[in-house]
Nanobody
Framework: QVQLVESGGGLVQAGGSLRLSCAAS????????MGWYRQAPGKERELVAR???????NYVDSVKGRFTISRDNTKNTVYLQMNSLKPEDTAVYYC???????????WGQGTQVTVSS
């Protein structure tokens, strides 16, 4: 029943920008920590950015200063603004939700981000 739907992926040149969106439904959005993960071919899925229910953010070192995660609780949506994109950012990006009360974890289907050099 819980759904996370990502959008906004695509093909961009190095130095370009994309904004990913994750629309959540059938969850208590405000009590969920939200995150963005990515997985490149042949590599392990890694945490890119996360935002707590109180809007405290964390980022993997490789994207600090370039990516910004935010949430709009009125729209049940989390965003990932991706600037100064690099080819190494190429991956499938997944939205994640973590319910702080039930400890349940949910995943979206992923959206492809491809950065050309």
């Amino acid at each position: 029943q819980v759904q996370l739907v990502e959008s906004g992926g695509g093909l961009v040149q190095a130095g370009g920008s994309l904004r990913l969106s994750c629309a959540a439904s059938r969850i208590s959005f405000s009590i969920n920590a939200m995150g963005w993960y990515r997985q490149a071919p042949g590599k392990e899925r890694e945490l890119v950015a996360r935002i707590s229910s109180g809007a405290v953010t964390n980022y993997v070192d490789s994207v600090k200063g370039r990516f910004t995660i935010s949430r709009d609780n009125t729209k049940n949506t989390v965003y990932l603004q991706m600037n100064s994109l690099k080819p190494e950012d190429t991956a499938v990006y997944y939205c994640n939700a973590y319910n702080l009360v039930t400890k349940s974890i949910y995943w979206g289907q992923g959206t492809q981000v491809t950065v050309s050099s």
